[in-house]
């Protein structure tokens, strides 16, 4: 059984940085796709940032070259780094766990489906 717990949110002000990390069990950063996911009340959950299994990331328009998504195998770590942050960053991150076989049937991003989810880490960025 997979899981997936997240840590490391907060508050930080409009131009900081903050890293959010991603725990999980056995070798699920090796062997699965692993995202970032965000999401506000009241609206619908945004990709973030993907990481594939041969090391391929694909981050969405509005954090390319603010975030960097890495993972580290050998300790089951997914991690993002936020730098630049903008109030409209602010928003519950959520890491996941998923495949090009789940591309169907659950939330994607890229060429991923992600049926596997942690509980999520606040992250709020004031102005």
């Known amino acids: 059984q997979v899981w997936l717990a997240e840590s490391g949110g907060g508050s930080v002000e409009a131009g900081g940085s903050l890293t959010v990390s991603c725990a999980t069990s056995?070798?699920?950063?090796?062997?699965?796709?692993m995202g970032w996911f965000r999401q506000v009340p009241g609206k619908e959950r945004e990709g973030v940032a993907i990481?594939?299994?041969?090391?391929?990331?694909t981050y969405s328009d509005a954090v390319k070259g603010r975030f960097t998504i890495s993972r580290d195998v050998s300790k089951n770590t997914l991690d993002l780094q936020m730098n630049s942050l903008k109030p409209e960053d602010t928003a519950m991150y959520t890491c996941?766990?998923?495949?090009?076989?789940?591309?169907?049937?659950?939330?994607?991003?890229?060429?991923?489906?992600?049926?596997?989810w942690g509980e999520g880490t606040q992250v709020t960025v004031s102005s």
């Open positions: 996941a766990a998923g495949s090009a076989e789940w591309l169907e049937q659950y939330t994607r991003m890229g060429p991923c489906g992600f049926p596997l």
């Open positions: 056995g070798d699920a950063v090796a062997k699965y796709c």
């Open positions: 990481i594939e299994t041969d090391g391929t990331t």
